[in-house]
């Protein structure tokens, strides 16, 4: 890329998109059900409002800039100040859109982000609170993904799909026909014989009681003797819901599948998973910004050290995971950012210091992978969109690893 079209790929800074979709990702992946449609507009809702903030962060440092990295395209004079702070709402707007079409809860997520994003570059960004600041907007990003699939149709799906037999109406208390049908039964209210091909059962008050006690009524066998008497086929055997399955309770207003009752505590876990993967990402964001904060004028070791105690911990809390691939992702995250960490802790010099903050930016690509891949589904579900999604985004690493040797991510 020459002339404004990489000018424009040097400000909103191209190499650095490739970690952000995995954000959404990852949030939804965490959950144990995967993405769903929505989160892929969430994902383009999240590109929106990363490129929003590279470029109202170039804005609002560009006199700072000019003093410290004077070949940024605003102090270089081959971008204006108007375009990038145009491009800014404009990217801002279009992620917004796009959030609302995923959801109301997506769009208060989004929103949220937003303006932590414009909170962090127009003034956050530059007090003690900054790195705090920009781990929030990771937290925030991951948590978008887990909104679109916690709240979308997935969410009202039963785990595992009732048995047709929960699905049955229960009979109601009070509606039995045996006073209207007359006949058949003048010895028990309990009696079961009814013609197969008649229009309604001579009397139902002993199915009623079968069904609201789990037992069948002891009048049963006397009523089958009677069917068979009087010429009639005997009726099928009587079973109750409850006493069969175990999965249906009858209610005066129907009947409520258990399985519907176990998606609640099914949504918990996925929600409470997700917002683990989001501290996860945001400890790593807070690690890597209090680098990048020394990263064109140098500073002491102690910063660096710490960042490369925090990756050492986000990566043994990975080997943990429970897949062979959430392994591999999580000693991949490890050696991305270790690495560069490690060199500029010996000399904390700013080109050192900007290859470990680029280091640790690709990093979170590994780490999104080993979240998504390490989700246990709750309710027993399937992890094969877990584990598509965490092979997905490792092969965004080489593609980010390529595209930073032409445009910085930092």
Not at 37 to 45: D, P, S
Not at 69 to 94: V, Y
Not at 253 to 271: C, I, M, Q
């Amino acid at each position: 890329m020459t002339g404004r079209a990489a000018a424009w790929a040097q400000l909103l800074r191209l190499s650095a998109l490739f970690t952000v979709p995995g954000d959404t990702l990852a949030g939804a992946a965490a959950t144990g059900r995967g993405p769903h449609r929505t989160t892929l507009l969430a994902a383009g809702c999240s590109l929106c409002l990363y490129e929003a903030g590279m470029a109202l962060n170039d804005w609002a440092d560009r006199e700072e800039d000019a003093v410290e990295r004077p070949e940024r395209p605003l102090p270089s004079g081959r971008i204006r100040p108007g375009a990038a702070l145009t491009a800014a709402g404009a990217l801002t707007a279009a992620g917004l859109a796009l959030a609302a079409r995923a959801g109301r809860l997506p769009l208060a997520t989004a929103t949220a982000l937003a303006a932590t994003v414009w909170a962090y570059d127009l003034g956050l960004g530059r007090t003690p609170a900054g790195p705090a600041v920009m781990a929030a907007a990771r937290f925030l990003d991951v948590t978008l993904g887990a909104t679109t699939v916690l709240t979308g149709p997935d969410a009202r799906q039963p785990t595992a799909a009732p048995h047709r037999a929960d699905r049955a109406p229960a009979p109601r208390a009070g509606r039995a026909p045996a006073a209207r049908a007359g006949s058949a039964s003048a010895t028990g209210a309990g009696a079961i014989a009814a013609p197969w091909g008649g229009a309604k059962p001579a009397a139902r008050v002993g199915v009623v009681a079968a069904t609201r006690t789990g037992r069948v009524p002891a009048t049963r066998a006397g009523a089958i003797a009677a069917a068979r008497a009087g010429g009639v086929p005997s009726p099928r055997p009587v079973r109750a819901p409850a006493a069969r399955t175990g999965r249906t309770s009858a209610t005066r207003g129907g009947t409520k599948p258990a399985a519907r009752a176990d998606l609640v505590p099914s949504r918990r876990a996925g929600a409470a998973s997700a917002l683990g993967a989001a501290a996860v990402m945001a400890a790593h964001t807070f690690a890597v910004t209090a680098v990048s904060r020394r990263e064109a004028q140098g500073g002491a070791p102690g910063v660096p050290l710490a960042a490369l105690g925090a990756v050492g911990a986000l990566a043994a809390w990975t080997a943990r995971r429970r897949t062979p691939l959430a392994g591999a992702a999580g000693a991949l995250y490890a050696a991305t950012a270790a690495r560069p960490l490690a060199h500029a802790v010996l000399n904390p010099s700013p080109p050192l210091l900007q290859r470990a903050v680029g280091g640790g930016i690709r990093a979170m690509i590994p780490l999104q992978a080993a979240l998504a891949a390490g989700a246990a589904p709750p309710g027993g579900g399937s992890a094969r969109r877990p584990a598509a999604s965490a092979a997905g985004l490792l092969a965004l690493l080489p593609l980010a690893r390529r595209l930073s040797r032409k445009v910085s991510p930092t």
